[in-house]
């Protein structure tokens, strides 16, 4: 099976703007999770989706957002961007019922 | 708060040595511990995991060891070998469902 993929790569934008990023988790994967990681403050949860609602929360501002389509690929955005969110975006799915999270290889966000 | 932490930001080892990274955990009621591999521009690569109701778990030349007692769990890796660089991270699903919480991370330097 393909592995989680995240599109695009690598981003750049200026602050006050938004972003959308894209994942698509493995096939027949239905929960997808999504983190930020950087060197500050490491690998942080920012919420997971399953059968398109989200299921989860972490403690992120409103400005990140996300959804889930019916074939479980996820979109996740950010509103009104700050420097603080430049970052490496990764995105994880799950077999239902199981608790292994396979991580795509993240899209980088750099905010100047 | 509960957070998930690692005794040693960097580990070197010899080729050919055995390896082991450390990490504390601090919520007692997490029940599923889990250990990832990341290499430099890559997203975090699961390597092995353990319930809570086990103590020890054996994976191809790797082995995590749970301790409720003290809260620590460890990753024993066996004949270190180069392509094992990378930085290791332990996590706990200390939020709940399919959020983890990872640990700071430790990195793994293989000395030839």
């Known amino acids: 099976k393909a592995g989680v993929t995240q599109t695009p790569r690598y981003l750049i934008k200026t602050r006050g703007q938004q972003v959308t990023l894209s994942c698509s988790p493995i096939s027949g994967h239905r929960s997808v999770s999504w983190y930020q990681q950087t060197p500050g403050q490491g690998l942080q949860f920012l919420f997971e989706?399953?059968?398109?609602?989200?299921?989860n929360k972490g403690n992120f501002p409103g400005r990140f957002s996300g959804r889930q389509f019916s074939n479980s690929r996820s979109e996740m955005n950010v509103s009104t961007l700050e420097l603080g969110d430049s970052a490496l975006y990764l995105c994880?799915?799950?077999?239902?019922?199981?608790?292994?999270?396979?991580f795509g290889p993240g899209t980088r966000l750099t905010v100047l | 708060g509960e957070s998930v932490g690692l005794h040693l930001p960097t580990l070197s080892v010899q080729e050919g040595d055995n390896s082991i990274i450390n990490c504390a955990y601090s919520n007692s009621a997490s029940d599923y511990f889990i250990w990832y591999k990341q290499e430099s521009g890559k997203g975090p690569q699961f390597i092995i995991d353990i319930r809570s109701n086990m103590d020890k778990r054996q994976g191809q030349r790797v082995t995590v060891l749970l301790n409720k007692t003290v809260k620590h769990l460890s990753l024993q890796i066996a004949a270190t070998q180069p392509g094992d660089s990378a930085v290791y991270f332990c996590?706990?699903?200390?939020?709940?469902?399919?959020?983890?919480?990872f640990g700071t991370g430790t990195q793994l330097k293989v000395e030839l």
């Open positions: 989706y399953f059968s398109e609602t989200q299921r």
């Open positions: 996590a706990d699903n200390t939020g709940g469902g399919n959020k983890l919480t």
């Open positions: 994880a799915s799950t077999e239902a019922g199981a608790d292994t999270q396979y």
